[in-house]
């Protein structure tokens, strides 16, 4: 018998919903982004968009999906990492769905969600994973029943280091594939902070230089550069894990995906190590319901659910501290 | 050089085995990425050759068993250095009995001591970048290290080092541990104190242990 699963999703500026079956077929991946007027993400602003949209994103995604709440087998929601105010207007509702259908409320950590969506599409096994977006910058690979950490910021994600100097050069939304533009026509490279510590990265201090560099230097020279040099530090990390772990293959997901630069850079790592590269579809790389859905089935299929009185937001719910019990231990 | 045989390709740098001078030497070349930019990739390269050229002898200076480098080459982003045999404590462990490796982990912590002491951390303490020859603990790698005196850096390098131990040998990892600390606080003094306490920090992050952080 198919289970559906509706997947909910609304850790930061994206609300959404998807709905998925145990065969892994998405029925639907319906989401609403918040764009704020100006300036970065306030979560109140944030959080007042997503209970704005939660009904008409779910309608729709239920409606694509060709079924009725009432054939959903359970509903599961990103409880963390992300922004408070998102993350309890998610789970508010995700609560009220499943007080009113009756059926489990599945928690899901949103950065597991990322990885396990990305090996549904690949059909990758057990890639290197490569997760960077405005909140998260992470180098992971499985082992002995979770995702471990082998590299992440120090201090502020790749994404967000981006679209800061973007917005400080005053680039409207999205910022990155118009900083890439300028960065095409850069032909001198300018020295900034290149960060690195042992497995990780630090961008606050490459972000800092490189915003107070804007005026003193060329802006397409200076994209230029500020890409090459979080790139750079991002794909030697990158290559060291690959080094290290030996997997065989790699999986770049996350927002910051869909950089073309990037990807070539990554590729270019791979091939130095004979490792397949993937790169997740943007509608799948970025924030999503669908992949909440289906990391909510995952989970159900080892019973794991939550009761409501107990379904708290972690805001600060790290990777590594899941247990991944789908996954073959070795 | 000629007749060099390759003996570790790692993600940053080659170690090629050869002979100069009619010694036995290693030769650790820091190869160029495609993927990063020229300028920047060249930086790098030239960059953490000299530091770590400066660090395995200035380490040597403290009184750390380090290889001896005979020639830094920065065209060629390399370094030579003396070969060491080993084998690497890793390999050891399995075989110690417990008396012995007390000795050892004493030594291993009044080692880092004396490196920190002298204000360098080695940024990658792990049984393998250890090696044993003639009753000497020879470090070795220091590709991640650098001087200074933060306490952060010191804590981390601790960490790793407790991690690396921990990863080996479970059963006796405390013991191990306990050793090592007895080492390092003889070399460290009251010093150590901060530092032991921003290693439990450290591992508080949850960063590679179960994540009891915001139970």
């Not at chain 1, 910058?137 to 029943?145: E, L, N, V």
């Not at chain 2, 002298?118 to 970048?129: E, F, P, Y």
């Not at chain 2, 600390?181 to 508080?204: C, H, P, Q, T």
Request: glycine letters at 8%; hydrophobic letters at 40%; proline letters at 4%.
């Amino acid at each position: 018998m198919k289970i559906y699963i509706m997947g909910i999703e609304s850790t930061a500026h994206t609300f959404g919903c998807g709905i998925i079956t145990s065969n892994g077929e998405i029925l639907s991946n319906v989401k609403s982004e918040y764009i704020p007027p100006s300036g970065g993400i306030h979560p109140r602003e944030a959080s007042q968009h997503h209970s704005q949209k939660a009904l008409s994103v779910i309608k729709k995604a239920l409606e694509e999906a060709k079924i009725s709440l009432y054939d959903i087998d359970g509903v599961a929601i990103s409880l963390g990492p992300g922004l408070g105010p998102c993350l309890r207007t998610g789970a508010t509702i995700a609560r009220a769905i499943a007080l009113l259908i009756n059926k489990p409320l599945i928690p899901v950590n949103h950065c597991v969600a990322h990885i396990e969506i990305g090996r549904l599409i690949t059909k990758e096994e057990d890639p290197l994973v490569v997760y960077v977006s405005g909140g998260n910058t992470i180098i992971s690979a499985f082992s002995d029943g979770r995702y471990r950490v082998f590299g992440e910021t120090l201090d502020i994600a790749l994404g967000n280091c981006l679209d800061v100097f973007a917005r400080h050069l005053g680039l409207p939304h999205p910022g990155v594939p118009k900083l890439e533009a300028l960065a095409d026509k850069g032909k001198n490279f300018i020295f900034l902070p290149y960060i690195v510590k042992g497995q990780d990265v630090s961008y606050s201090g490459l972000l800092t230089t490189a915003i107070k560099y804007i005026g003193k230097y060329d802006s397409c020279d200076l994209s230029m550069s500020l890409l090459e040099t979080a790139y750079g530090m991002l794909a030697e990390v990158t290559e060291r894990a690959l080094a290290h772990t030996e997997k065989t293959s790699l999986l770049l997901t996350g927002g910051v995906a869909r950089s073309l630069r990037l990807q070539r850079i990554l590729k270019s790592v791979c091939e130095e190590h004979s490792a397949r590269f993937h790169v997740v579809p943007p509608e799948l790389a970025g924030d999503n319901g669908a992949m909440i859905a289906w990391t909510g089935y995952l989970a159900y299929k080892e019973n794991i659910t939550i009761p409501i009185e107990s379904s708290f937001i972690k805001q600060r719910w790290r990777l590594d501290e899941v247990e991944i019990p789908w996954r073959m231990r070795y | 050089m000629e007749n060099e045989i390759l003996i570790k390709k790692g993600a940053e740098a080659e170690l090629y085995k050869s002979t100069w001078m009619n010694r036995e030497v290693v030769i650790k070349r820091r190869k160029s990425k495609s993927y990063r930019n020229p300028d920047l990739d060249r930086y790098i390269r030239v960059h953490r050759t000299s530091l770590e050229a400066k660090l395995l002898s200035d380490a040597r200076k403290l009184g750390v068993p380090t290889p001896i480098v005979y020639d830094v080459d920065l065209n060629n982003t390399q370094i030579i250095m003396s070969f060491i045999r080993g084998p690497p404590l890793k390999n050891l462990i399995p075989k110690m009995n417990k008396e012995y490796m007390k000795k050892t982990f004493i030594e291993i912590g009044r080692l880092v001591g004396l490196l920190h002491k002298g204000g360098i951390v080695h940024g990658d303490l792990t049984t393998s970048n250890m090696l044993i020859q003639n009753d000497m603990i020879f470090f070795i790698d220091f590709g991640l290290g650098d001087y200074t005196k933060d306490i952060e850096a010191r804590g981390v390098d601790i960490h790793l080092m407790r991690r690396a131990i921990e990863s080996l040998y479970y059963e006796f990892s405390e013991y191990a541990y306990e050793s090592f600390i007895v080492g390092y606080k003889e070399i460290m003094l009251d010093e150590a104190n901060d530092i032991l306490k921003r290693v439990i920090e450290i591992r508080k992050r949850g960063r590679y242990v179960e994540g009891d952080r915001h139970k």
